[in-house]
């Protein structure tokens, strides 16, 4: 039997700036690939709930902003109900409930058009409160961070979801909350380390 003791472990590298090539061609200039990049929306014209536009930015541990971050949403509908996941068959077919979203090259701002979704139920039946799935890559990121999207305006749903309220640090329950700041806008930035990281989820 071959001995294979002398081998070393390959160095590893980080996930961008190449990422881009692949997922977000049209984005990065690079045209021919896809028509468009797949997953530009999670949601298709006739789509029912509230439409909403969230922007924001990632940012690393020193107060920059990453230009080339990119992530991936998976949502549900407006009723709570994500896509395939529906036995009864009442979820809304103009939801896809996954987007892949890239940041502004030069401002490092992303920006997602969806629609605000429904209360999905924890495993024991208990409602969480509305929110967005995210797996989030970017320069220097080796693996992908998981966290989701909330929102403000939901106090009471907030207050009662067995997610946030299982949060030991209640100070920082708002690093997943997106900020209203108009009919249908809402702001929510990443931070990736220091104060007021974003809360992620070991999953």
């Not at 039997?1 to 996930?15: C, I, V």
């Not at 949601?43 to 971050?69: P, Y």
């Not at 077919?93 to 892949?100: D, K, Q």
Request: hydrophobic content about 35%; charged content about 25%.
């Amino acid at each position: 039997m071959q001995k294979l003791d002398y081998l070393k472990e390959t160095p590893s590298q980080t996930a961008g700036p190449y990422v881009h090539i692949g997922l977000t061609p049209n984005a990065l200039g690079i045209p021919g690939i896809y028509p468009v990049d797949l997953g530009r929306s999670p949601v298709r014209d006739g789509a029912r709930g509230e439409r909403i536009t969230i922007t924001g930015r990632v940012i690393d541990g020193a107060g920059m902003v990453l230009r080339d971050a990119l992530f991936e949403t998976w949502q549900a509908d407006a009723d709570g109900i994500y896509p395939g996941n529906d036995p009864r068959g009442a979820a809304d077919p103009n939801v896809t409930g996954w987007a892949r979203v890239a940041a502004d090259f030069d401002t490092g701002i992303w920006r997602l058009d969806t629609i605000k979704p429904g209360r999905v139920p924890f495993p024991d039946g208990r409602p969480m409160a509305p929110h967005i799935n995210v797996w989030l890559v970017a320069r220097g990121v080796n693996l992908g961070l998981q966290t989701r999207i909330c929102f403000d305006d939901e106090e009471q749903a907030n207050a009662e979801c067995p997610v946030l309220t299982r949060i030991e640090h209640k100070a920082r329950i708002p690093t997943l909350l997106a900020k209203k700041t108009g009919p249908g806008e809402y702001s929510f930035d990443f931070r990736l380390q220091g104060e007021d990281e974003t809360v992620f989820f070991d999953i």
